[in-house]
């Protein structure tokens, strides 16, 4: 698109575009579009970083939208605490019900975090969260993997955010409400970069 305007730059460029821009553009959309749903679903998967296991905790909402990620070295108790908490502060709601899989880490960080909320634990369930990490999964192998845990919670916290909000659930729409959708989103996304280009 840029060459087709004359605009000629290197990948470097466009690295740096993402690094300045990209989580100032990702904390946007969250602001300016409808609270997410009450239902939340919760994964993890190891990322092997530098020879090291590490896990990418993630959480969608029932319509598929991401609503954070954190990537951890551990998959105990005490790193779903921290992801709850991460959650609940950046969200600022508490959800109805949350979804995971059978990981005991889950239910004892959630009598602790959330002893209110609903919690299911059944792997066939939480396939929304699960399917949520295939595009993370794509990217990591076009980057021949994560340098570190930090390039990777940097990347990613941006990448996940950005990447739900333009993947709309195409079989859920006809081709006019499809496309009503997305230049809604689009007319959204517009105010978000302006916000964040008038900020730097």
Same mark, same amino acid.
């Given at each position: 698109?840029?060459?087709?305007?004359?605009?000629?730059?290197?990948?470097?460029?466009?690295?740096?575009?993402?690094?300045?821009?990209?989580?100032?553009?990702?904390?946007?959309?969250?602001?300016?579009?409808?609270?997410?749903?009450?239902?939340?679903?919760?994964?993890?998967? +190891?990322? !092997?970083?530098?020879? %090291? /296991?590490? *896990?990418?905790? $993630?959480?969608?909402?029932? #319509?598929?939208?991401?609503?954070?990620?954190?990537?951890?070295?551990?998959?105990?108790?005490?790193?779903?605490?921290?992801? +709850?908490? !991460?959650?609940?502060? %950046? /969200?600022? *709601?508490?959800? $109805?019900?949350?979804?995971? #899989?059978?990981?005991?880490?889950?239910?004892?960080?959630?009598?602790?975090?959330?002893?209110?909320?609903?919690?299911?634990?059944?792997?066939?369930?939480?396939? %929304?969260?699960?399917?949520?990490?295939?595009?993370?999964?794509?990217?990591?192998?076009?980057?021949?993997?994560?340098?570190?845990?930090?390039?990777?919670?940097?990347?990613?916290?941006?990448?996940?955010?950005?990447?739900?909000?333009?993947?709309?659930?195409?079989?859920?729409?006809?081709?006019?409400?499809?496309?009503?959708?997305?230049?809604?989103?689009?007319?959204?996304?517009?105010?978000?970069?302006?916000?964040?280009?008038?900020?730097?």
């Amino acid at each position: 698109m840029l060459a087709m305007r004359g605009v000629a730059l290197s990948y470097e460029t466009v690295r740096e575009w993402c690094l300045k821009f990209g989580q100032t553009y990702a904390n946007g959309l969250p602001h300016k579009s409808p609270r997410p749903g009450d239902t939340w679903h919760l994964d993890e998967v +190891f990322l !092997k970083i530098n020879g %090291r /296991l590490h *896990y990418l905790w $993630r959480a969608v909402d029932q #319509d598929g939208d991401v609503l954070d990620i954190l990537v951890q070295s551990h998959r105990n108790k005490k790193a779903a605490k921290k992801f +709850f908490r !991460k959650l609940l502060k %950046r /969200l600022r *709601y508490v959800p $109805r019900m949350m979804i995971t #899989d059978k990981l005991r880490s889950y239910s004892a960080a959630k009598a602790e975090v959330m002893p209110s909320v609903e919690h299911c634990q059944h792997k066939d369930q939480n396939n %929304r969260a699960e399917n949520s990490h295939q595009p993370a999964r794509l990217r990591e192998l076009v980057m021949r993997r994560f340098k570190s845990a930090g390039h990777a919670q940097r990347f990613l916290s941006a990448f996940g955010i950005i990447t739900s909000y333009f993947r709309v659930g195409r079989h859920l729409y006809r081709a006019s409400g499809y496309r009503e959708v997305m230049k809604a989103r689009l007319v959204l996304w517009q105010e978000v970069i302006c916000v964040g280009a008038a900020a730097h």
